[in-house]
């Protein structure tokens, strides 16, 4: 990588740190500015509207970089509903601060839409032919957001309760495999 790519790397890192910071601080997410976000990260507000529009785009990168390291790690496998279920669950697990920062900022519905997006990379993986694609994906997605937040913040199911809750919920998923 060469200087610029560094730099970038680090000034995203010290905003995602400063939007993190805010969310744990539990600041108002309505009525928190890029300039303030700016300001927490140490950082002038053209650089950071050099890279994002607003916080809301600051929380819904992060998800789509979490998503895309999914996609990355289920391609190299052959999958099963409830290996991708099981797999999800246990990655999630560890990413609490996401779904905090979703919650925070109110981002579920793009959180959601974005879920549904992975849903169709996966059926299309999986050369699944379905009748509505968008309809199934977005109702799939909409389940396992409402489990995942149960499962990741509230902690109420062991990882195998809970791929067996999800997956009993979706009928094993089966228009996705």
């Known amino acids: 990588m060469n200087k610029i790519d560094q730099r970038t790397l680090k ?3 010290k905003i995602e740190t400063a939007i ?12 928190l500015t890029a300039p303030k976000l700016a300001a927490t990260a140490g950082i002038s507000r ?34 099963t509903a409830r290996s991708m279920t099981l797999q999800l669950m246990t990655i999630w697990q560890s990413r609490t601060m996401v779904f ?16 549904a997006a992975f849903n ?5 993986q999986n050369k699944v032919n379905l009748v509505d694609e968008v309809s199934i994906c977005n109702v ?13 913040l509230k902690q109420k199911w062991t990882t195998e309760q809970a791929t067996d809750l999800l997956l009993h919920l ?8």
């Open 140 to 152: 799939y997605a909409a389940a396992t957001y409402m489990l995942l937040r149960d499962y990741v």
């Open 120 to 124: 169709q990379r996966i059926a299309q």
């Open 11 to 13: 000034t995203k890192a």
């Open 46 to 79: 053209q650089t950071f509207y050099r890279y994002y529009l607003s916080p809301q785009q600051v929380i819904t990168t992060m998800i789509d970089q979490h998503l895309t390291e999914f996609l990355k790690e289920f391609r190299l496998q052959n999958l």
């Open 100 to 115: 905090k920062l979703v919650e925070w900022s109110n981002t579920r519905q793009e959180f959601i839409q974005r879920l």
């Open 20 to 31: 993190i910071e805010l969310c744990q601080k539990q600041t108002d997410f309505d009525h």
């Open 170 to 177: 979706t009928n094993n998923m089966d228009k996705l495999f």
